[in-house]
DNA sequence: TTGAAAGCGCTACCAG
DNA sequence: CTGGTAGCGCTTTCAA
């Protein structure tokens, strides 16, 4: 590779015969400068193609424009979409992006990565990001190892933190939930209109909280509509393919009638359809199903999968901006809550069909 | 959010008693300390949970460890995977990684970033990362637009440059050819064998070198085996689930018959297989398919898809380590191939049921 | 072995 | 409006 000759302010000076007090002040643009110097020093630094060095101005600016994401795995619909938007946004507001995977839990992919999540934690402090968005991982669990939490409040205390995720008492940052389980519930009346009263659930890692709050939902509806609440019909695994497999194996294991039943997202839901399928059970023939969550080809699986749009791009959008707002000082510690959306396609068959299942 | 005390290396000094100079270096272990100092400044560290500052290590030093990577799109598979592996590797490594989501060509998603590609080369010039590493894009055009060679150039002038994609002349970095397309030759043969004479290729973006290269070899196998090249059985849009959609449902109105088709990838596959069910055509019953890009979840589609395994994951590994090689001054255009794997499943029917289509 | 001091490239304050 | 200068937090000579 050649050689690396980097041109600095000094140079720029120099050759526009000002002092760097003056290049600065045209590099930034907010001081006034003589309208033949300004000319000089936008020449030269045309001509050089210089462009301010980051690290020397972060080293005295104090900020970085750089943002730290930390997420279990960006190979998985959910994260990534919402990272898509969430970069968009990041990038409209001038900021670059140090993207970290954790894989914690994400251990269907049988990977994992060395380093603890307090690992990056400290690396966001050294590379003095200039806020740090934490999506899932280990705050996600029901239980929180205690190191976790004290590697989190040592973050949150150097810098502006958002999290989505369930709230850890004394750590100075923004938690935001990601939902609370109402499209759930919507799913499942939906599915009891339908006729079905044997509704099971599948896929989810037990003890995640986004789990959690989906299976207490739907245990919730189940009350609401005075029906049985059986643990044998719920399956959980994880939040891919092969796990929406192995537990839709399981719940079939176990012998226990069903029609219906609700996937975690649609991937699970997938992985389900081909466990049933490898039974000859069909959807939406024999058995029905609603995911939780859409991802965005569910439009274009066989049956056509009808599913609760969650709006994740539209929450990593709000994440982003409210991490932004807490850089700046505004601290919102705003509530959101996007309306699931109940989108109707295929995978009960007949949208209004009521059926007197048995 | 707190007040944000940053302790540095000479608040570590005083309380240990030392220089910073003997500070550096037990942060640097390298040079050598008394042992009580060493123990004193270490106790210091400790306490207050020091770690240097990066941005002025790098100020320094001249190195950031991180590495910037600048793809189309993390939410394609073929992305994901890949970078999935290129982050772990550079981690191994100690690198932490900015990510640049380009969007460009992947306008399937309707979105579409604001800022063109030399943006990213720009800010990764500024933040001073080590190394970056460019996955298709721009890049991948069959005609790469100049303004954008040049913008490349001028990155490749100033950093250690890897690039997934085809050569450019002039330009003084790596550059590595992502396949050759013999996998597509492996497939045509397999569906030859199983007697399909009509053959047809759905998927990818025109003018982009991936799909000119597997297009290229499809034809490549009319010739080899005799067989006319019929245009008509070409069908490109994009790589995405709804691009297979709008490809397959091009290709059917135009009534050119055929009994077999490669997909550009297993998202493409099953737009595409949507497309054929709604004309009542089902796989593999009356049409078979190959996918010559393997995505994860293909082994639980129904019918499970017959794919090639293209290994992106180990090109993701071996890119990501010429990187860090060049980085290190280590020069090796190395030309990587890895043979490519057919992976039979049930796409095309039974693996060798060989059938006379009309 | 150790500390003082000179920067890395830039911003921001100061006096003029 | 402008230039000099003092750092940001660290590494790395250079003497001691």
Known sequence: MAEREHITITDIAKESNVSISTVSRVLNGNARVSPDKLKRVE???????????????GLISKQTKTLGVILPDISNPYFSSMFLEIERFALEAGYSILLCNTLFGGSSHGIRNAKEESYYFQMMIDKQVDGVLIIGGQLDLITVDNNYKLALKRLADQLPLVVIGKKIENIDCIFIQPENGSGVLTAFNYLYMLGHRKIAFVGGQTSVTITDIRVNSYKNALQLLGLPIDEQLISLSDYYTEDGYSAMNTLL????????????????????????FDQSLKIPDDIAVISCDQFLTGEYHIPRLTSINQHHDMLGRMVINTLINAIQG?????????????????????????????
Chains 1, 2 share one sequence.
């Open 43 to 57: 020449e030269v630094i045309r001509k050089y193609n210089f462009s301010p060095n980051a690290l020397a101005r």
């Open 330 to 358: 505004i601290n919102e510690s705003a509530k959101f809550s996007f309306t699931s959306e109940l989108v109707v396609r295929e995978s009960c068959g007949t949208p209004l069909g009521f059926r007197n299942y048995t």
């Open 253 to 276: 294991s176990r012998k226990v009638p069903f029609t219906a039943f609700l996937a975690i997202n649609d991937s699970v839901a997938i992985g389900a359809q081909r466990a049933l």
